[in-house]
């Protein structure tokens, strides 16, 4: 197998861009990432989207998409993994370039999401839930997340506000991110004030309904210097999916996010690496209960004790084990098929040196986890910054 590096990245702002087809924003991260590479062709692409079909009533969504920015002809096929589509569609690129199977190969997260009443966006999302024990119930993912939010403080004693740094410290990356969605700061004060959705959540706790896009290109590491004109490659050094059960009531222990751990755990064997080794963090806060339980899944803290790396700064920029550099799902907001993909994109513009002013001093090593349903499937990459 060989070894494969991210040569190009591209992105479209997040938000409600209602101005956007899905096929316009796809077209347009996807040349901002061919520009970056250098390249004018590809040998595939392939799409990471949830409810292209559901909401934009669009299905056949790559080709599309290969049509639309002139690569006619090439090999190209959407990949459905819930939330976690971007990072899916990402492993299945990995795995072509690796294998052999092609030399170039193009990597897109989409989703339009906006252009439908929130009724239908909300009942799209939850597609990813248990249909017949969880949706036929009226549970909502808001839902889902609140109850596994209320056991966390029950279990572990701590209060509502005790998350508050999560998206505290989202909000404050984002002001620097021109794609964010989001690039006001908040304080604990309004936090603490936001209009209540499913108790204990609130609506800071969670990321916003977005539309946007994202892309990569990928190529054999040992072609990387062909393309692009950066001073650093950054190699793919781990690409793992694990699953879980899809219903919360049917896990082993629902404040333990078991596929987090199994994908973590591979990846950080596949790469050679433990946590120790990881200069930032991009995960998955569609809440901010998913925060803390990633980071304790991925052996950055005990059980029980992943609330007290917002609460001691560590997840800052300036912190022990950086989170949502950019803004994350919270802040730069979650188009959730393409989430994944603006994961990796910031992961990599850390490991260029190309983050602007929220640059990590010493970024080497990142990783980034894409969530699909409430756990059901999580999808770990780590990537090396190289010289």
Same mark, same amino acid.
């Given at each position: 197998?060989?070894?494969?590096?991210?040569?190009?990245?591209?992105?479209?702002?997040?938000?409600?861009?209602?101005?956007?087809?899905? =096929? $316009? @924003?796809?077209?347009?991260?996807?040349?901002?990432?061919? $520009?970056?590479?250098?390249?004018?062709?590809?040998?595939?692409?392939?799409?990471?989207?949830?409810?292209?079909?559901?909401?934009?009533?669009?299905?056949?969504?790559?080709?599309?998409?290969?049509?639309?920015?002139? @690569?006619?002809?090439?090999?190209?096929?959407?990949?459905?993994?819930?939330?976690?589509?971007?990072?899916?569609?990402?492993?299945?690129?990995?795995?072509?370039?690796?294998?052999?199977?092609?030399?170039?190969?193009?990597?897109?997260?989409?989703?339009?999401?906006?252009?439908?009443?929130?009724?239908?966006?909300?009942?799209?999302?939850?597609?990813?839930?248990?249909?017949?024990?969880?949706?036929?119930?009226?549970?909502? *993912?808001?839902?889902?997340?609140?109850?596994?939010?209320?056991?966390?403080?029950?279990?572990?004693?701590?209060?509502?506000?005790? *998350?508050?740094?999560?998206?505290?410290?989202?909000?404050?990356?984002?002001?620097?991110?021109?794609?964010?969605?989001?690039?006001? %700061?908040?304080?604990?004060?309004?936090?603490?004030?936001?209009?209540?959705?499913?108790?204990?959540?609130?609506?800071?706790?969670?990321? %916003?309904?977005?539309?946007?896009?994202?892309?990569?290109?990928?190529?054999?590491?040992?072609?990387?210097?062909?393309?692009?004109?950066?001073?650093?490659?950054?190699?793919?050094?781990?690409?793992?999916?694990?699953?879980?059960?899809?219903?919360?009531?049917? =896990?082993?222990?629902?404040?333990?996010?078991?596929?987090?751990?199994?994908?973590?755990?591979?990846?950080?064997?596949?790469?050679?690496?433990?946590?120790?080794?990881?200069?930032?963090?991009?995960?998955?806060?569609?809440?901010?209960?998913?925060?803390?339980?990633?980071?304790?899944?991925?052996?950055?803290?005990?059980?029980?004790?992943?609330?007290?790396?917002?609460?001691?700064?560590?997840?800052?920029?300036?912190?022990?084990?950086?989170?949502?550099?950019?803004?994350?799902?919270?802040?730069?907001?979650?188009?959730?098929?393409?989430?994944?993909?603006?994961?990796?994109?910031?992961?990599?513009?850390?490991? =260029?040196?190309?983050?602007?002013?929220?640059?990590?001093? $010493?970024?080497?090593?990142?990783?980034?986890?894409?969530?699909?349903?409430?756990?059901?499937?999580?999808?770990?990459?780590?990537?090396?910054?190289?010289?």
């Amino acid at each position: 197998m060989r070894n494969v590096a991210i040569v190009g990245i591209g992105q479209t702002p997040v938000g409600e861009l209602w101005e956007k087809s899905i =096929r $316009h @924003l796809g077209h347009d991260a996807v040349v901002a990432a061919m $520009h970056d590479a250098g390249i004018e062709t590809a040998d595939a692409l392939y799409v990471g989207n949830m409810l292209s079909g559901e909401l934009a009533g669009q299905e056949h969504l790559a080709t599309l998409i290969a049509d639309f920015v002139g @690569l006619r002809g090439i090999e190209a096929a959407k990949v459905e993994a819930a939330c976690a589509s971007g990072a899916a569609a990402l492993r299945v690129g990995v795995m072509a370039v690796a294998s052999g199977q092609a030399d170039v190969v193009i990597v897109a997260g989409v989703e339009k999401m906006t252009d439908t009443p929130i009724d239908e966006t909300t009942a799209g999302l939850a597609l990813a839930a248990d249909q017949e024990y969880e949706v036929a119930e009226g549970a909502t *993912f808001v839902a889902l997340n609140a109850m596994l939010m209320q056991r966390y403080m029950h279990e572990y004693g701590v209060s509502h506000r005790d *998350f508050a740094p999560f998206p505290i410290n989202a909000h404050a990356n984002a002001r620097n991110n021109p794609f964010a969605m989001f690039r006001s %700061p908040i304080t604990l004060d309004k936090y603490e004030k936001a209009t209540v959705i499913a108790p204990p959540i609130n609506i800071l706790d969670s990321s %916003p309904v977005c539309d946007g896009a994202a892309a990569v290109v990928l190529v054999p590491l040992e072609r990387a210097r062909e393309f692009g004109r950066h001073k650093r490659i950054v190699r793919v050094a781990a690409s793992v999916t694990a699953t879980d059960t899809i219903a919360i009531h049917d =896990r082993r222990d629902p404040l333990f996010l078991e596929a987090a751990y199994l994908s973590s755990q591979r990846a950080y064997a596949q790469a050679g690496l433990g946590p120790e080794d990881i200069d930032l963090f991009e995960l998955h806060d569609a809440f901010s209960i998913m925060s803390v339980l990633s980071l304790e899944a991925c052996g950055f803290a005990p059980r029980g004790r992943g609330i007290e790396l917002g609460q001691s700064g560590a997840i800052t920029l300036g912190g022990k084990i950086p989170i949502t550099t950019m803004g994350g799902l919270k802040a730069r907001g979650h188009p959730v098929g393409a989430t994944g993909i603006y994961q990796v994109v910031e992961a990599v513009q850390q490991l =260029r040196g190309e983050a602007g002013a929220n640059q990590l001093p $010493h970024a080497h090593v990142a990783m980034t986890q894409n969530i699909g349903g409430s756990g059901a499937t999580i999808i770990t990459h780590i990537l090396v910054g190289e010289e």
